[in-house]
């Protein structure tokens, strides 16, 4: 995750333990909006690490785990303490934390959730890095802090107390003043910009 409930609380300057569990729920849902609104998955586009295989399959368990038969991921370059993110499969497209890493396993962080999926030779995974900059923790315990706030457990588009007036976007509810902060990490591509660039690192290994 981009952030630990632990540092979303620091962040904030929360001191009790009273929504802990809302800001655990919180934080992979304003993740998937940090990732739509900006384009960016923070991917490390290298041709140095990554693994592409019909070899992938998952398991959801305790831990869950993403299993190479073909035993590649060490020597792929992967590590444990890492992020990753997977393209391509049936169910799993997403970002986890990274664990430990064996030859034959990526085995993810105690939170993170895998749906079952066996070895399909016709389905090609992606496995990518991912590293997240410090600065946009801040950015995503704010747009968390949002939703702590009682008076925005209701989703508006517009709000106006006396000469001050907020306007809201849709799908998040947001401030334009949080979303601002998310300017920096936006990545304006196109669909065949990304193609290429996918193409180029693929094609290395």
Known sequence: MIVTVSEVKSLLQIVDSSKDTFIASMIP???????????????????????????????????????????KFISAGFVPGIHTRVQGSKFNDGVYKVAAVEAGSLILSAEEELTNESVDSEVVTLITVVKFPKGIKLPVAKLIGFHLDPKNAKGVQSESLGDHSISFQSGGNYPQSLL????????????????????SITNKR
């Open 29 to 71: 849902i304003v993740q998937d909006f940090v990732f739509t609104y900006t384009n960016n998955y923070f991917e490390i586009l290298t041709d140095k690490v990554y693994r592409e295989s019909n070899s992938i399959s998952f398991v959801n368990g305790s831990p869950s785990k993403i299993n190479d038969s073909q035993n």
């Open 180 to 199: 601002n902060d998310l300017i920096p990490y936006r990545r304006m591509i196109t669909l065949g910009d990304s193609k290429k660039r996918m193409y």
